[in-house]
């Protein structure tokens, strides 16, 4: 994941936490080998969502590779939370948005 992606996540971070159910995600990262069978036994001993959502965004997926990021995107919109990826996606053009501006580029 890169930094710009990691810097959407932390300024999501409390969007995510509340809005994710990461037990409909961790089949879909895990078969995308973005998360090792040990990560996501972890995740799904975890007592609480938000625990997850935790370990998850902070511990896990910053660290998983070039595609956790769009692995994550997938998995969020086949397990009908789209809205969540949606956000993540309006962060992200909005980043791209700031970037053409600084550049001078129209």
């Known amino acids: 994941m890169d930094k710009k992606e990691q810097e ?5 971070h409390e969007y995510l936490i509340q809005n994710i159910r990461p037990l409909r995600l961790i089949d879909k990262l895990y078969s995308d080998k973005i998360l090792t069978s040990d990560e996501s036994e972890m995740l799904r001993k975890e007592a609480t969502a938000n625990g997850q959502n935790r370990l998850l965004l902070v511990d896990m997926l ?7 990021f769009s692995s994550l995107m997938t998995a969020l919109r086949e397990a009908d939370q789209s809205h969540v990826a ?3 996606l309006e962060e992200l053009n909005k980043g791209m948005c700031m970037y053409v501006v600084a550049r001078g580029c129209s």
């Open 62 to 68: 910053p660290k998983a590779g070039p595609n956790a």
């Open 86 to 88: 949606e956000r993540l």
């Open 8 to 12: 959407i996540l932390q300024n999501c």
